[in-house]
């Protein structure tokens, strides 16, 4: 039932990227003194050193002008108010908590988490299928609140929160709760002397204890069986759909007991007086990322790990424990027990390249070149009519293509007039000159937003609600980073702004002072990135292209090399490289895949939307029956790094076939052809560059000079190799 997994710590770590971490404050301290379990706490384990640039001597950071938004809603409602003085998350796993009446589920692995009136309620979800979507049904199946509370219609305050945790309080009642992500137990502080009440909208068919009155066991006519551990003796009472105490102040932690198993039920009892209070995510080195709990009580600490962190985690020297028949069933796979005070997650490497990695055929230089020289001479700024933050950066980025591609077909006579369009069209976003939009900062959330965006939530996909960020600023990062990379000087003036835009979503700082949230998109528990911004929604954030994701932490990436900067390399690699097998793992639906279940399995391979609690097989645009574009927006813009995210070439192929049938519909754009048929040149390159040729149109952000050097760059598939070493060379000659 146990498997050792080994896993150093390393604390040696080359030399540009060591600094100390820093570690967060704790939370606020309760009213009253929290109560000590009846054993020592465990020492919190030392911190390590993380990823970080040099020192340097702190300057002031460039900022956009100051918006005056209308749309964004108000902070100070559910966060403390020793918060609101730093940037606060806009797409974070308890999004919901803070948005409108804070009232909306939020998917905490493993349980769905509902704040509302004084009371939070637990759900231990079951799935609904069917060929076109897949979520989790909430039910109210305990809540927690307390008797005699004098203010019952009072808000939850959010008093912390760190990058694998919530703290919620609700101060009329005195009750504080522990959110950790991957905690099989919820945990609530009790502080003050209140007695409990636990209501469930099913029935109580079994209610039990142990002598001294520290652990319950209460049996649901649902089929699920629930454990209440208590720091101290509690006396409960019961009837048909309730629970009440007498007056406790202590630490109660509460558990669904999964399959009912009473092994598990063991695995629970033994690691019951062990809780985590936050959780940090540390990048110690390029393609690491450590996690590090801070606990309380006494013994180890158990933990569940889904798919992703299974594959990621580290072997090494000390020991992890792997429950592997201690499992939580959840939309994104079965939750796997871990114990263990830190995970050590290394992602296979990739190498982020301004080139395709196998490089162009020298045959095949000519009809590149000439389409080249035809898309380069069509370039004018006149012709974009677009304001749209969105768009714009398209079209900005598909030039910026050009460039890099004459650099690597060795045909750099286009280059000036790509320079001067690319000067053209990015100075004014960046100078604050651009009639008909622009950027600005907003200092109540902390971060980037349109002057379109600030008075409508809807205009530019509603970037002015913190929706989509990482898309849009990667276009525009990536044609920022082609520009410095081909004028230095441009590259040096313009620098402040366009780390600004980098920094609006890949900002690392725990800082107070910081301008902007720590990664504003990427979730560090489930390793991919959110959009969905300050809307409220009942399945949680949600995330449609993946691909655009990639692009933006690739695009950061190309920054730091096009600055000189190994941190910026380091850290955008990693995410990306997290990313794309977040992508790979959770949106490619493989034909053999059991993740989803058969019906949805069968009819799909590849996810519309995914969110916290849902998958759907729709687009925000399209329905599901347009394949073609679930196809395209899981896979523009077309890249260098299009080439990892779809190394799979046997998936390629799956996705392909499943997609062409759906291009004979009435009305399918030649953008989205194209798309389908540059993944089709993954295993037969001739074929998509027999169809490619006959397009009469591409995406906005497409064109034929990028089409046929994705062609003319592909290896038909042959050669693959083991762990990603297709991907980065470096991996022939290291173990």
Avoid at 174 to 189: D, K, W
Avoid at 300 to 306: E, G, K, R, S
């Amino acid at each position: 039932m146990l498997k050792k997994v080994r896993r150093k710590v390393v604390t040696a770590i080359t030399k540009p990227f060591k600094k100390k971490g820093r570690k967060p404050p704790p939370p606020p301290p309760p009213t009253e003194p929290e109560p000590a379990p009846p054993s020592p706490a465990s020492p919190s384990p030392p911190q390590s050193p993380t990823m970080s640039p040099p020192k340097r001597k702190h300057t002031q950071p460039f900022l956009f002008p100051q918006s005056q938004s209308v749309v964004l809603p108000d902070p100070s409602t559910f966060f403390s108010p020793n918060l609101l003085s730093s940037p606060l998350p806009t797409n974070s796993f308890f999004q919901n908590f803070v948005l409108k009446n804070g009232d909306q589920p939020e998917y905490i692995h493993p349980y769905l988490i509902k704040s509302a009136v004084s009371a939070l309620t637990v759900c231990y979800p079951s799935q609904s299928h069917n060929s076109a979507f897949i979520y989790q049904i909430f039910n109210a199946d305990l809540t927690i609140s307390t008797l005699n509370n004098p203010n019952p219609n009072a808000t939850h305050i959010i008093s912390s929160f760190s990058d694998l945790s919530v703290t919620l309080d609700h101060p009329s009642s005195n009750l504080r709760f522990f959110l950790v992500r991957g905690s099989p137990f919820l945990t609530c502080n009790v502080m003050g002397n209140v007695a409990l009440s636990i209501s469930t909208v099913h029935a109580i068919i079994g209610f039990s204890s142990n002598a001294s009155l520290t652990k319950y066991t209460i049996k649901l006519n649902n089929n699920q069986t629930w454990l209440l551990y208590a720091s101290s003796p509690i006396s409960l009472t019961h009837d048909i759909s309730s629970i009440t105490s007498g007056v406790f102040t202590g630490i109660i932690r509460i558990a669904a007991l999964p399959d009912s198993d009473s092994r598990s039920e063991a695995i629970l009892d033994r690691f019951s007086s062990c809780y985590p209070l936050s959780g940090d995510a540390i990048f110690n080195r390029p393609f690491c990322l450590e996690y590090k709990w801070e606990k309380r009580g006494w013994g180890d600490l158990l933990m569940l790990a889904h798919p992703l962190h299974l594959k990621l985690l580290s072997s090494g020297d000390c020991s992890l424990t792997v429950l592997d028949n201690f499992k939580y069933n959840s939309i994104d796979g079965e939750l796997v027990g871990v114990v263990g005070d830190s995970w050590l997650l290394k992602s296979d490497p990739i190498s982020v390249n301004w080139h395709s990695i196998k490089g162009v055929r020298e045959e095949t230089q000519e009809e590149i070149v000439n389409a080249l020289i035809k898309d380069v001479e069509a370039l004018s700024t006149t012709s974009i009519s677009t304001t749209s933050s969105y768009f714009y950066g398209k079209l900005i980025a598909r030039a910026a293509r050009f460039a890099v591609i004459a650099e690597e077909v060795s045909y750099l006579d286009v280059v000036p007039a790509i320079k001067k369009f690319l000067k053209d069209t990015i100075e004014p976003w960046l100078d604050g000159t651009f009639g008909g939009n622009g950027f600005l900062y907003d200092p109540k959330w902390g971060g980037i937003v349109t002057k379109q965006g600030s008075l409508d939530s809807g205009a530019d996909f509603g970037f002015g609600i913190y929706n989509d960020h990482h898309y849009h600023l990667g276009y525009f990062i990536y044609a920022i980073s082609v520009l410095a990379k081909i004028d230095p000087f441009w590259g040096k003036k313009y620098r402040p702004q366009a780390y600004s835009m980098m920094a609006d979503f890949m900002n690392l700082s725990r800082r107070a002072d910081s301008s902007y949230p720590r990664l504003r998109c990427f979730d560090l528990w489930l390793l991919h990135s959110w959009a969905g911004g300050l809307t409220e929604f009942a399945d949680g954030r949600n995330q449609e292209s993946t691909s655009e994701a990639v692009s933006a932490y690739y695009s950061a990436a190309l920054m730091g090399l096009a600055y000189g900067d190994t941190h910026l390399v380091a850290i955008g690699s990693t995410i990306a490289a997290l990313e794309i097998q977040s992508a790979q793992t959770w949106w490619h639906v493989r034909e053999n895949d059991a993740l989803y279940g058969d019906e949805f399995t069968r009819e799909n391979r590849v996810v519309g939307v995914l969110w916290a609690n849902k998958r759907d097989s729709a687009l925000w645009f399209a329905p599901p029956e347009w394949r073609e574009c679930r196809l395209g927006i899981q896979e523009l813009p077309l890249l260098p790094i299009t080439e990892i995210l779809f190394s799979d070439v046997e998936y390629a192929k799956e996705l392909v076939e499943w997609t062409l049938p759906a291009l004979a519909r009435e009305g399918v754009g030649e953008g989205w052809k194209g798309f389908v048929y540059a993944l089709e040149g993954i295993y037969d390159r001739e074929g998509a560059l027999a169809k490619i040729k006959q397009l009469t149109g591409y995406d906005d952000g497409n064109s034929l000079t990028n089409l046929l050097w994705w062609i003319h760059s592909r290896d038909d598939g042959e050669e693959m190799h083991e762990r990603g070493g297709k991907l980065c060379w470096y991996s022939h000659y290291h173990h």
